[in-house]
């Protein structure tokens, strides 16, 4: 047996509910969406240039492709698995992780729009710096700055890791006279973007 007000504390927990994973699932298909631009960019930017590739080079950059579909697999599998912070169902898997190799790594696949856009990015030289962190998060993490950076850059573009005492800092810079840069440093609700 439940009073009237009992039952209509229910009714409202679980219409909040409803709402909270209407919108955890819009977030997450926009998230998807977002995260996707920049592989499906790159492997159209190899594919277009496909004709023009020596015989020769092609098993390369077959293989490239292949990455960059493999990229997003894993991609699409981490952001399903980012969904379920907001849930209080995802478990961190924090480990050491060489963030210069890592930031290295993802700016290779990030590399050809670069090129593509005859941008100028300096990038820190390769030295190794340990931290604990979720390597699947800050892959994607850094896959944003990166993305953005080189988006919105006009021309010129610079990441710079600074390694204090117990702090890490990574930073990224360009020259973008673009408007919409400033609406890039913002964060959504899955800590998504930038």
């Not at 009714?11 to 995260?35: C, P, Y």
């Not at 492709?65 to 478990?91: C, F, Q």
């Not at 702090?167 to 840069?181: G, L, P």
């Amino acid at each position: 047996y439940f009073s009237g007000e009992v039952l209509n504390l229910v009714i409202v927990d679980d219409i909040t509910q409803i709402k909270d994973d209407e919108r955890r699932q819009k977030d997450l298909a926009a998230n998807v969406s977002h995260e996707l631009k920049t592989p499906l960019a790159v492997t159209k930017a190899y594919m277009e240039n496909w004709d023009y590739i020596d015989e020769k080079d092609r098993e390369e950059y077959a293989k490239k492709i292949n990455r960059e579909v493999d990229d997003m697999t894993v991609l699409i599998n981490a952001l399903l698995e980012m969904d379920k912070i907001n849930s209080g169902n995802l478990k961190l898997n924090i480990e050491e992780i060489d963030i210069s190799a890592l930031l290295w790594s993802v700016y290779n696949h990030v590399r050809p729009l670069a090129m593509e856009r005859n941008l100028n990015v300096k990038m820190p030289d390769a030295e190794e710096i340990m931290i604990k962190a979720d390597l699947k998060f800050m892959k994607i993490a850094l896959g944003n700055y990166l993305t953005n950076m080189v988006k919105y850059a006009d021309k010129r573009a610079e990441v710079q890791i600074v390694n204090e005492e117990k702090t890490v800092w990574i930073k990224f810079r360009n020259d973008s006279s673009n408007d919409k840069k400033n609406n890039t440093d913002k964060l959504n609700s899955n800590g998504m973007g930038v």
